[in-house]
């Protein structure tokens, strides 16, 4: 699996995230969940960024391990804008699809760098 395929995906969903946050506050006054999920989801294309340049296969393997953690506390915080009616069902899958699309990705490059390390 490419890496710029991984940057790519986890940039555009960087985006959704700020237009999704700047919505919830925009529109529904929203302002803690909203700070949350902007956190954690613009850390996860970032995470990726730095891991690009890591100083060892371990360093690269904790930076996207600590990526996957933020796409999981993402994760966390797109159901609980759901659950108490800040966003809409079609809001909260487009975002939750592409959350775990990259989750998914996440694991796959960390199983392969950890398989890599142990050959």
């Known amino acids: 699996m490419s890496k710029s395929i991984l ?16 919505f919830l506050v925009s529109e529904k006054k929203e302002y803690v969940l909203s700070k949350q999920l902007l956190r954690s989801g613009t850390a996860i294309g970032v995470l990726i960024r730095e891991a690009e340049f890591a100083q ?13 953690k933020e796409a999981n506390e993402s994760m966390y915080w797109i159901d609980q804008l759901k659950d108490t009616g800040y966003i809409n069902k079609k809001q909260h899958e487009t975002s939750l699809l592409k959350n775990k699309e990259l989750v998914a990705m996440l694991v796959s490059s960390i199983k392969t760098s ?6």
Do not use: E, G, P, R
């Open 7 to 22: 940057k790519d995906k986890s940039y555009a969903f960087a985006i959704l995230i700020v237009k999704l946050s700047q």
């Open 56 to 68: 060892s296969k371990n360093d690269f393997i904790h930076k996207m391990s600590i990526s996957l």
């Open 114 to 119: 950890k398989s890599s390390i142990s050959k």
